[in-house]
């Protein structure tokens, strides 16, 4: 199957570029209330379920354990940009469980915001506290500590701060993450292929608390009521995912991932909403991600309007011209 | 007509993502040699056919009255990276003419090369000249100035200079570039869709000097001959049209543009290559040139092991471990 074009992006009076793609929306029941595109093949999930990911470190007691409040259980969702205080919040994650920024394993990658990249040029090199995912594997190394395990290969898909994320992951998504379907993400820890109709019904799990344990959908709650209040914790400065939560609050739920992932919650609606764009373009699955809030989502005139530039982005050249625009196509109304 | 995959992205054992795109290959008599997808659509070239629109630099005579040579000369054809030796020979050919920076009116942009942008940003912000597009922009301004006319409005359609770069596209095109086919380009001067086939036809006629003056055809390989002799100063270090006029010299001629546009020339083969890719991924686009050079261009042992990292990449994560790879599909064999 062929996926739909679902974004265009257009030059002048003609369509530069043009993104597939597939949408599923499911309810908590597992119901499918929308399908674009083919949504039974795996997808790497990558960053989009960082959420899941980080229900451990509540759900074991090591969010409580450190005192760690919106801001870190943000931190422990996020992909963020490295700005100044994301980098602080993760290293104050991390003394509280009495570690080093040593003990991360991610890597290092210059802040992904270009003033927190040039303030880290002036005084030397970017480290793993930069890395758009220390807040997630801070969230790991301070899981192990509370569970009284050696954090030192926390990332390794057999240890079991990784075990517990696997079984949070199949939990959500109803699927067994087969070794077949695992591969290696870019912070190094393990990411498993999940078809995004599993991936929309474990969004809706974590935006209801559906079809889960009161505990694991207590801590879910926990962790999309942090993100909602602390949206600039989870990405950064004029990032599509803190401005849509800025926007809406608790009522939307929406995390990145790379590779044109996009998983995000109605929670109002009890809806779980999955994106892949094929080429993995970041432009197109925001765009996507938008059309979808802007089609499930009740919205009154002035949300309307604050949503339409993350819906349709004008193109500016560097002369700040209005040179096209990214527009979502027919195949997702 | 739905593009085919040329280019799967694999992570693990899946393929994570997949470009679409388009192939036209031409010889210089307007013979499809090879066709892709879908070649008769109007294509924005964007940076891709900077060579040709510097054919007036040298043609007007501007090159020799102002002294260019090869590193000029290539940078008038470049997409560079702003490192300081490509800033530094812009300032040259300005200087050359008489002309300040100021003149340049393709905007400011933070150099591609993370290192430069780095050392600009130790004392102060970017300039138009470290636009990737500087150096055609020098070459509009010299031109300008060797034709007499007032340089202020040089980047306008309408203006002396963009008529002439106009008139040597519709020649190596075979197109009449109109109005409802013309956008503003990045750096503000126009781009007019051509389809792919045309582009093709017309690097076949740029790689030969067939089919057009043989004025034309001495100024055409002039700029091959600088950008084989200065391949660096046409894009910059670690870039794929750099390494490969570094690896082959005369014998292929490429460049990038835009929105996963690559047009390139096999003068021995007397072959034009142009290439889109829909979703407009540069990764994509890349691969599939590199793919096309392999088809075409004969290659001894060691010129193949040179040529496959640029065919096949090896996708390394933020640790240096190996993730997974850019792969041609066999639609491109």
């Known amino acids: 199957m062929t996926n739909p074009v679902l974004i265009e992006v257009t030059r002048g009076l003609l369509v ?21 595109g083919e949504a039974a093949t795996p997808v790497f999930p990558r960053s989009a379920v960082k959420a899941l990911q980080a229900l451990p470190l509540v759900e074991r007691g090591a969010a409580d354990r450190y005192g760690f409040g919106d801001e870190e259980l943000a931190l422990a969702c996020a992909s963020h940009s490295g700005e100044p205080a994301h980098v602080a919040g993760v290293e104050r994650m991390l003394a509280k469980a009495g570690l080093d920024p040593q003990a991360l394993r991610c890597g290092a990658h210059w802040p992904i915001a270009q003033a927190a990249a040039a303030a880290v040029e002036r005084t030397g090199a970017p480290s793993a506290l930069h890395n758009n995912c220390s807040g997630k594997h801070a969230g790991f190394l301070c899981l192990a500590c509370a569970m009284g395990v050696d954090h030192a290969e926390y990332f390794r898909p057999e240890h079991p701060v990784q075990r517990e994320v696997r079984a949070v992951l199949e939990d959500f998504t109803g699927t067994a993450l087969v070794k077949e379907r695992c591969a290696i993400d870019g912070c190094s820890v393990p990411t498993w292929a999940v078809p995004l109709r599993n991936l929309a019904h474990a969004f809706a799990k974590f935006g209801t608390g559906q079809g889960v344990s009161p505990e694991r959908a207590r801590a ?10 602390k949206p600039w914790h989870v990405a950064g400065t004029g990032r599509f995912c803190t401005e849509v939560m800025q926007l809406f609050g608790t009522r939307v739920f929406v995390k990145t991932g790379a ?4 998983c995000g919650a109605l929670p109002q ?23 979808v809030i802007a089609r499930f989502l009740p919205l009154d005139a002035t949300e309307r309007a604050a949503l339409a530039p993350l819906l349709h982005p004008t193109l500016r050249n560097w002369n700040g011209l209005d040179v096209g625009a990214v527009r979502v196509t027919d195949a997702l109304q």
Do not use: N, P
Request: aromatic fraction near 2%; charged fraction near 20%.
């Open 259 to 262: 590779e044109g992932v996009f």
């Open 269 to 291: 609606q009890g809806l779980g909403i999955a994106i892949k764009c094929d080429d993995g373009a970041s432009r197109a699955a925001q765009a996507v991600m938008a059309g």
């Open 220 to 229: 879910a709650a926990r962790l999309r009521h942090a993100c909602a209040r």
């Open 16 to 36: 530069e570029s043009r993104h597939r793609g597939a949408v599923a929306v499911v309810d908590a029941a597992g119901t499918m209330v929308l399908e674009i």
